[in-house]
């Protein structure tokens, strides 16, 4: 065995940082008055194949608006793809909506109805918009909507109806069908 010799040890010049031992849930903006260890029981017993990382995402507010997906439990693929079509990306909002609604207001009362209401409102534009824009557009401005909201509160009602006019440069037009491709399973190109 070869003989180095040994490293010399110098004392760090400058002391090291603490380790942060902060809670994160100190920054939530969103279900303030929720207790989550109570609350994930009821989540669980509604939802029992979401992956608890999850939910605890939801909750801390630091999953991002591609990680929805991963609430389709019956997705056949592991890699994250993206939305593949406008019901799949309602399918995945809509689980996420039930599990925001539990966490906001677990007792099942008026904070979580108004709630539902909002959510509804703001499925009911995803359709309308989907008559006039193209699905890749709208997924995009989706995902920001959706990740503004979370920055801001994923309970807080108006949120989910504000318009968000600084988004609307996301959304491009359907125009006809491509040439040879026309009918109900045309592609449609976007400008």
């Given amino acids: 065995m070869p003989n180095f010799p040994p490293i010399p040890y110098s004392e760090p ?4 940082p603490p380790i942060d031992v902060s809670c994160p849930d100190t920054g939530r903006s969103s279900f303030l008055a929720t207790d989550y260890d109570t609350t994930l029981p009821l989540i669980r017993a ?3 194949n979401i992956d608890p990382l999850y939910l605890t995402k939801i909750f801390r ?6 990680g929805l997906i991963w609430l389709d439990v019956d997705r056949q693929d592991a890699s994250p793809p993206d939305f593949s079509d406008l019901a799949h990306l309602l399918y ?14 677990p007792q099942a009362g008026l904070k979580e109805i108004e709630l539902q209401r909002a959510l ?22 989706h995902k920001a909507f959706v990740g503004v909201q979370i920055r801001e509160g994923q309970d807080r009602v108006e949120g989910w109806r504000e318009r968000r006019e600084g988004l609307a440069q996301l959304l491009k037009r359907k125009v006809a069908p491509v040439d040879g491709e026309g009918g109900a399973g045309g592609r449609y190109a976007t400008h």
């Fill in 13 to 16: 010049t400058a002391p090291l």
């Fill in 46 to 48: 509604r939802f029992p």
């Fill in 61 to 66: 507010g630091t999953i991002h608006p591609e």
């Fill in 92 to 105: 995945c909002f809509e689980i996420y909506g039930q599990i925001l609604c539990i966490l906001a207001d």
């Fill in 120 to 141: 509804s409102d703001y499925k009911i534009r995803l359709l309308k918009l989907s008559k006039v824009a193209s699905f890749e557009s709208l997924r995009e401005w």
